[in-house]
């Protein structure tokens, strides 16, 4: 969905977030197996994102518990609801945002807005027009 050379996240950025504490990591087997960033909205409202588990252990439960471990964090926190946001290109079909959007509707998240990429992110550098979707489930 990039143009050539563009990151999506700065290292830069990246260090911010884990030197802010927001930053979760799963270990499997001692090596890290994936990671999630977590933080509040609002005083109700838990966010996660930049969910990302390491290939080999796609499938096996752990980007699961790392969305577990996000909500009961921001249950703990006070948070009565949990949001997160994925990116997906204006048109055609992307066969990984459309898994995703499966797994996230099976754990209980429902689709609550849509917004144009670039007007959040005027210097981004997309290859194609780029919504931002997001999705909220009320924490029990």
Not at 6 to 35: N, Q, Y
Not at 89 to 113: F, I, N, Q, T
Request: proline share 4%; glycine share 12%.
């Amino acid at each position: 969905m990039w143009a050539p050379g563009f990151e999506r996240v700065a290292p830069e950025r990246v260090a911010e977030i884990v030197a802010a504490g927001e930053m979760a990591v799963a270990r499997v087997d001692g090596k890290l197996g994936g990671s999630v960033r977590i933080r509040r909205l609002d005083e109700e409202t838990g966010f996660f994102g930049l969910l990302a588990v390491h290939p080999a252990d796609q499938g096996t439960g752990v980007g699961r518990e790392l969305v577990r471990f996000a909500e009961e964090l921001s249950r703990e926190r006070g948070a009565t609801a949990m949001e997160l946001r994925l990116l997906v290109p204006r048109e055609g079909a992307d066969g990984h945002k459309e898994r995703l959007h499966a797994w996230y509707s099976r754990l209980g998240y429902r689709r609550v807005g849509r917004a144009d990429f670039s007007a959040s992110h005027p210097d981004a550098r997309s290859r194609m027009p780029l919504d931002i979707l997001t999705y909220r489930k009320q924490l029990g």
